[in-house]
T-cell receptor
Framework: KNQVEQSPQSLIILEGKNCTLQCNYTVSPFSNLRWYKQDTGRGPVSLTIMTFSENTKSNGRYTATLDADTKQSSLHITASQLSDSASYICVVSAFWYGGATNKLIFGTGTLLAVQP | DGGITQSPKYLFRKEGQNVTLSCEQNLNHDAMYWYRQDPGQGLRLIYYSQIVNDFQKGDIAEGYSVSREKKESFPLTVTSAQKNPTAFYLC??????????????FGQGTRLTVV
């Protein structure tokens, strides 16, 4: 069964500190992996998208890594800011010939709270 | 500004009523999608459309209906047959017809509550 699991469920850190969020997946055949940021009550916004051949991709203070062998990804946030408080969702897509159903498999997200 | 606009932001429905959620995009995207988000669960696909006048069921289509009469618009109707409609609904669009390979852009969501 195609699944995406994220850890931790929630995380509290102090402003200025770094943190790392984890994503494990069992999706096959793998196409790409995305990280989204979702502010409370808003739609998700894309942070990074990585294909099978990419190990690392950065977007400002966000750095995503991908290990396709172990089927793990992480999102590292550097020098956190109060505006980083949000839910971070890992999304894995699978090749699917015909139809788009289940092509994107969403994790349940990690809720990050950055405190002053 | 280009983007996806969902309306209303909040919607209250009495039991037994049908309600329609609006989704409009000016990104010239061919593909549009509706997702449902519940606490503690990942987004689940309700319906998707890859071209005007055509749409397909997703994983949880029961109790929902859609139309795609225009490229820019993909309204979702939550019917009285949907037994547990209270949720956060997200509309998305993408540049290509293959959802897995193209960037998906999301609207700001509509929170539907049954009263």
């Amino acid at each position: 069964k195609n699944q995406v699991e994220q850890s931790p469920q929630s995380l509290i850190i102090l402003e200025g500190k770094n943190c790392t969020l984890q994503c494990n997946y069992t999706v096959s055949p793998f196409s790409n992996l995305r990280w989204y940021k979702q502010d409370t009550g808003r739609g998700p916004v894309s942070l990074t998208i990585m294909t099978f051949s990419e190990n690392t991709k950065s977007n400002g203070r966000y750095t995503a890594t991908l290990d396709a062998d172990t089927k793990q990804s992480s999102l590292h946030i550097t020098a956190s800011q109060l505006s980083d408080s949000a839910s971070y969702i890992c999304v894995v897509s699978a090749f699917w010939y015909g139809g788009a159903t289940n092509k994107l498999i969403f994790g349940t997200g990690t809720l990050l709270a950055v405190q002053p | 500004d280009g983007g996806i606009t969902q309306s209303p932001k909040y919607l209250f429905r009495k039991e037994g009523q049908n309600v329609t959620l609006s989704c409009e995009q000016n990104l010239n995207h061919d593909a549009m999608y509706w997702y449902r988000q519940d606490p503690g669960q990942g987004l689940r696909l309700i319906y998707y459309s890859q071209i005007v006048n055509d749409f397909q069921k997703g994983d949880i289509a029961e109790g929902y209906s859609v139309s795609r009469e225009k490229k820019e618009s993909f309204p979702l109707t939550v019917t009285s047959a949907q037994k547990n409609p209270t949720a956060f609904y997200l509309c998305a669009s993408s540049t290509g017809l293959d959802q897995a390979d193209t960037e998906a852009f999301f609207g700001q969501g509509t929170r539907l509550t049954v009263v």
